[in-house]
């Protein structure tokens, strides 16, 4: 089944403690990305990555890291986190950057960050 | 810059009335425009998209036409069912095609 899986789906941690969210597709998709959603904000990009090694930012690019070592993973990084940075957090892949190309995206991730 | 602005909810409606959900845009260039759904507690959905001026996208009773003109892509259904209830983004992809802009959402409520 094409997907793209979040993990983990819900975390609760403190300020300044490091964390990882990750991404993964099996759609072989060159296009992903990590998004925020809050509320009467939509979604906010934060980061993408157009290919293998290729990232660059979007809109709200501070606090967060990515890294994009192979195709199918993207990880989002939080290295010191605070508490504005809680949120809901989307992962989304697509065959290629095009605008045509239809997103696919994760169930979400929920971080609260205390 | 790119932005996107769509009305704000809650739109609640009776089962079988007509659904218009406002989405209006700023961007350079030809952007491409799209609506998403997004069920409770699930990731978004494509629902339709248009790539350029005049294009209608449709799907499941839905439909929205790019309008250049008026900078505007609004999302309408005929007769909207209990299980369309969910929320809605509007959504562009930027003039180099790499960035994704939404607007805020608008939720629906269909009652039997």
């Known amino acids: 089944e094409a997907q793209v899986t979040q993990n983990p789906r819900y975390l609760i941690t403190v300020t300044g403690k490091k964390l990882t969210v990750t991404c993964s597709q099996n759609?072989?998709?060159?296009?992903m990305s990590w998004y925020r959603q809050d509320p009467g904000l939509g979604l906010r990009q934060i980061y993408y990555?157009?290919?293998?090694?290729?990232?660059d930012k979007g809109d709200v690019p501070e606090g967060y890291k990515v890294s994009r070592k192979e195709k199918r993973n993207f990880p989002l990084i939080l290295e010191s986190p605070s508490p504005n940075q809680t949120s809901l957090y989307f992962c989304?892949?697509?065959?290629?950057?095009?605008?045509?190309?239809?997103?696919?995206f994760g169930d979400g991730t929920r971080l609260s960050i205390l | 810059g790119n932005s996107v602005t769509q009305m704000e909810g809650p739109v609640t409606l009776s089962e079988e009335a007509f659904l218009t959900i406002n989405c209006t845009y700023t961007?350079?260039?030809?952007?491409?425009l799209f609506w998403y759904v997004q069920y409770p507690g699930e990731g978004l959905q494509l629902l339709l998209k248009?790539?350029?001026?005049?294009d209608k996208g449709s799907n499941k009773g839905f439909e929205a036409t790019y309008r250049k003109e008026t900078t505007s892509f609004h999302l309408e259904k005929g007769s909207v069912q209990v299980s369309d209830s969910a929320v809605y983004f509007c959504?562009?992809?930027?003039?180099?095609?790499?960035?994704?802009?939404f607007g805020s959402g608008t939720k629906l409520n269909v009652k039997p």
């Open positions: 959504a562009l992809s930027g003039y180099n095609f790499n960035k994704f802009y």
């Open positions: 990555s157009m290919n293998v090694e290729v990232t």
């Open positions: 759609m072989n998709h060159e296009y």
């Open positions: 248009a790539t350029k001026a005049d």
């Open positions: 989304a892949s697509s065959l290629s950057g095009t605008g045509s190309q239809p997103q696919h």
């Open positions: 961007a350079t260039g030809y952007p491409s």
